[in-house]
């Protein structure tokens, strides 16, 4: 089965430091990798997709890094804000049905003022 | 433009009873998502719609649970009987045909006892 890990369940971190946060998977490399965010009460927000293709993607403070080798993808919160605290998911789809998406459990990220 | 929206937020029924889930997708997206979390898991995929057709339903847990879109438009997912292992926060989401970018909508809070 494709598997997708994300092993820190939490994250604390200072304000203005970078944010770096895991996610690792098994078997085959997906064709692509997305991060949401989760805050309590509501549902997952889409945040960056990145393709098996792209080294790195950037979205204003955010960069997504996808590793076929390590099989691994970092997402990276820089200059972090309070504001940036939730809990982040990482997904990927599954064979057969590239739609089907699989999610992590999720890393709770806290930013201390 | 209006999200995709849930109803109700919250439900809490007794066990054998039925309870019925609705989702409003965001207008115009041919695909329609069902997905389920339960306490300390990761959100996991329970079937998908394109317009009223159901293109995968693998992620079904078992034929208490019925999910119809008639007409292509809003979806409606049904528990009968209800059990307690079915508790937990139930999410729609929506996509455009070929798009990977799902909307989630809040979600439905199911607590059965």
């Known amino acids: 089965s494709q598997k997708i890990e994300q092993n820190s369940e939490a994250l604390n971190i200072q304000e203005g430091k970078t944010a770096t946060l895991t996610c690792n998977y098994t078997n085959y490399s997906p064709a692509y990798l997305q991060w949401y965010r989760q805050d309590p009460g509501r549902g997952p927000v889409f945040l960056l997709l990145i393709r098996e293709n792209e080294k790195e993607k950037r979205k204003e403070r955010l960069k997504v890094t996808f590793d076929t080798t390590l099989k691994q993808s970092l997402f990276h919160i820089t200059a972090s804000q309070p504001a940036d605290s939730a809990t982040y998911l990482c997904?990927?789809?599954?064979?057969?049905?590239?739609?089907?998406?699989?999610f992590g459990t999720g890393t709770k990220l806290q930013v201390i003022p | 433009e209006a999200g995709v929206t849930q109803f109700p937020s919250h439900s809490v029924i007794e066990k054998g009873q039925t309870v019925t889930l609705r989702c409003d997708p965001i207008s115009g997206h041919d695909n329609l998502y069902w997905y389920r979390r339960v306490m300390g898991k990761e959100i996991k995929f329970l079937l998908h719609f394109v317009k009223e057709s159901k293109q995968d339903e693998s992620g079904m847990p078992n034929n208490r649970f019925l999910a119809e879109r008639t007409g292509g438009t809003y979806s409606t997912l049904k528990v009968q009987p209800a059990e307690l292992e079915d508790s937990g926060v139930y999410f729609c989401a929506s996509s455009q045909y070929n798009s990977e970018t799902q909307y989630f909508g809040p979600g439905t809070r199911l607590l059965v006892l």
């Open positions: 997904a990927r789809p599954n064979s057969g049905g590239y739609q089907k998406v699989t």
